[in-house]
């Protein structure tokens, strides 16, 4: 239905504009000026994205700088499509103002019946670039969804997840929705390795071991504090005590091999040092498990 109340507003209208606006309609809307304009739109889409792809491309050549190059990008594509649509009106086809105006109030009306929900996505993605509550090369969680933001549309947004899933998210449903972001436009962020220990395991010690590891990883951000913290958890009444190893990667894209890293040195420098075993750990793990 809505789609028939878009096709009856535009044809209206448009037979509207003619009558009121007596000019050649043939000399506006030519076969030519069509041919011209199906060309320019294709050169256009062809040149930015070869643009955004060679700006992505520079951006990814530069870890200090990505994250704020990547940054522009949805505003770059988003105002060089604006000067093609201009180009192709005023140029291309220069029709009447008072033409040109009851055209566009026809098409917003119409467009406003048939495409509501395209609509909530489009003034979404725009809220986003000029709110920007993150950028692309950003991590962040929305509902159940992990990973870093790859591209930021008009109608979508892309995150890339840790198993290499591409998550497409409409603009409206992240206005909705509480958005948790990690790194915030910066290159660095805070990353938590947890490790589960038994309940009576040396903490002073143990906290000294994790400390020590973290400070010569590869990964470490040392500008920042590196904090160690243990809680007592209860699985199936069964109590571990918990180690959380909160430190700052230099580089956001970090996260997973830093987690892994620091578990795997860890418990390797607790077995050496005889603060654990491997019958603990396996315990241990079948109590997380269960």
Known sequence: MKFIIFFLVIFTQVCYAIDVHPVNFIEIISFSKIFWTILFLIISYIFITLLTKIIEFFAEKSSRLRISIKGVVPILRIGLWIAVITIVIKVIYNPPIEMLMTAMASVAIAIGFATQDLLKNIFGGIMLL???PFKVGDKIKVGDNYGEVITINLQTTRIVTPDDSIVIIPNMELMNSRIS??????LYCQVVAKIALPVDADMQKVRKTAIEAAQVSKYIYLNKPITVLFTNEINE???FLEMKLKAYVMDIRYEFLFKSDMTEV???ELINQGLLNNNEIKELNFTKSM
């Not at 972001?181 to 910066?186: F, H, L, V, Y």
């Open 130 to 132: 000029f709110d920007r």
């Open 181 to 186: 972001n990690s790194n915030s436009g910066e």
């Open 266 to 268: 860890v418990i390797k």
């Open 237 to 239: 009444h069964k109590i």
